[in-house]
Structures are given as structure tokens and as C-alpha cells.
């Protein structure tokens, strides 16, 4: 219960710094299954909250593991669903790595294809960092890869559906700025099982692609 009241209240702390999200293409978004939103990343850890406010769903989210770090950032985080990602710069930080970073991030991984199995929505930001460009940064793979082997690891039964997600502010640092989601037409993976089976990274790199266009 408490985790909910904290959900609800930073939630409401978002929208009334943002007191219009703007949501074209809703008609998009699915209505039950799981799912696996692609979005930009412009504004930091803002970003998966301006989303779920304009989706009106709860999703889980990736946050690099110093949010971590201490009780009150771990309940913050948890009360979102949030999982830590292991960064290589924060090696050596309080809550980054220390030597283990593969396979602590392969237990995030682990776990976010637990939480599509079970008919969740995840957000991940595949530029892999936030920033102010206007134009998109190269995207990591780490997208692709939760996404196929979630349904590789389920024979493809899930029907995963990957939900691309334009998100713009008019001022990010302004109060009471508005801020706009675009949703995208969601496509399903399922025709990439064959090469996935027979070449994982050229399925992977095929998936990045299709989820950058």
C-alpha cells in the first residue's frame, strides 16, 4: 500500500509539472498482452514516468543501478517496478558493479523476461542514455535482445508486441510545459524466429534495425 501511495503521488508530482501529455496515435497502444514500449530518451528518468501518465498502464522500467543505491532510492525504484541496468561508467560507484557487470545485468534481463511472460509492459530507451539532440543517438541492442529471447525462451507463444514511442517536451526544464507522446503502430517479432534460432546476433541486429527505422 505504501508503494502505491508513492507511485501515486510522484505520478502526480509529473503531471502537475507537465499539466498536458499529449498522446497522439492512443488507438496504438494494446490492450492486454504483453508489451515492450521503445521509446527516445530525452529527459532522464522522466521519460518512463511522463509515459505512464499518458498511457494510463503501469510498465516496468530499466535505471542505471547508482538509483539503487540506498534504501529510500531502492523503495522509490521498486515501487515502479524498476530493474537496475549495470553500466560500465559507474563501475566502482555506490550500487554500480564491481566486477560483475555481465551477469548482474543478466539477471535484469532474466527478469524482464519473466515480467513479459507473465503479460506486463516494460520501457526501454534503446539510445542507452539521455541527451538533448535532436537527432536520435546509435541504438544498443540491449532492446532486441530482451525481446527475442523472451519469446524464444517461450517457443514464440507470447506474441510480444513492441510498441515504438516518440516523446517531445516543449520545455523539459520549464513548469507547467506540456510534453507529447507519438505512439507507433506495435509489430510483433515472430517472423524473426528462424533467424534468431540460427544466427542470435544477426536476429538481434536485424531487430535494432527494424526497432530504429
Known sequence: ???????????????LFYPRIEVRGREFLPHDGPALFVANHPNGLLDPLVLMAGVRRPIAF???????????????????????????????LEGGATGDRASRNEGTFARCRALL?????????????????????????????????????????????????????????LFRSAALLVIGQPFAIDDLAGRYAADPHAAVDALTERIDA
Do not use: C
Open 62 to 92: 530499466l535505471a542505471k543501478s547508482t538509483f539503487f543505491a540506498n534504501p529510500a532510492g531502492r523503495f522509490a525504484m521498486g515501487a515502479f517496478d524498476a530493474l537496475p541496468v549495470y553500466r560500465q561508467r559507474d563501475e566502482g
Open 117 to 173: 511472460r507473465q503479460n506486463h509492459a516494460l520501457a526501454l530507451f534503446p539510445e542507452g542514455t539521455t541527451h538533448s539532440s535532436t537527432t536520435m543517438l546509435p541504438l544498443r541492442t540491449g532492446a532486441a535482445r530482451i525481446a527475442l529471447s523472451a519469446e524464444a525462451e517461450t517457443d514464440w507463444a507470447i506474441d510480444l508486441k513492441l510498441v515504438p514511442v516518440g516523446l517531445w517536451y516543449q520545455d523539459k526544464a
Open 1 to 15: 500500500m505504501l508503494a502505491q501511495l508513492v507511485r501515486w503521488i510522484i505520478l502526480h508530482l509529473v503531471m
